[in-house]
């Protein structure tokens, strides 16, 4: 049995904190070496991702910029850039309900099995989605 086209996503993966994540390649506008730059619109991803207090190492730094619909760019420091790969929308499954508020919070939406270990799939436009929003409520006084 064929799987219909659009079955599949392409998948950025990689990892923050020893935690592995994917990201859809389509809202992946680019990728370059962090080099120390700071820059308000620069985030790292265990602070977008709900990390919370905990130290987070990172070995290879890179900084991936997101696809918006707006002027300025996303951008985020992931760490460990790992593999560029297709996964069958079948093989993705959701947050169990009482953990995906949470998670959609987050900007994680599911969950994909890989050689054994769990991979959290993030929607990074969601999260900037939500950030500019609430940093637009914030401004107006809302």
Do not use: C
């Not at 389509?26 to 905990?54: I, K, N, R, S």
């Not at 093989?91 to 969950?111: C, H, K, V």
């Amino acid at each position: 049995m064929s799987e219909q086209p659009g079955a599949y996503l392409n998948l950025f993966l990689f990892s923050v904190g020893g935690v592995n994540f994917a990201v859809d390649a389509e809202q992946a506008e680019g990728m370059v070496p962090y080099a120390g730059e700071e820059d308000p619109d620069l985030f790292w991803a265990h602070e977008e991702l709900g990390f919370g207090t905990t130290p987070v190492s990172y070995r290879t730094p890179t900084i991936i910029t997101i696809r918006t619909a707006g002027a300025q760019p996303y951008r985020v420091i992931i760490d460990a850039m790992e593999d560029i790969a297709e996964f069958s929308r079948n093989d993705i499954r959701l947050f169990p309900g009482l953990l995906e508020p949470a998670a959609l919070r987050n900007g994680m939406w599911g969950i994909l099995l890989r050689e054994g270990s769990l991979v959290l799939l993030v929607d990074f436009q969601r999260l900037i989605q939500k950030k500019r929003s609430h940093f637009s409520d914030t401004r107006q006084g809302r």
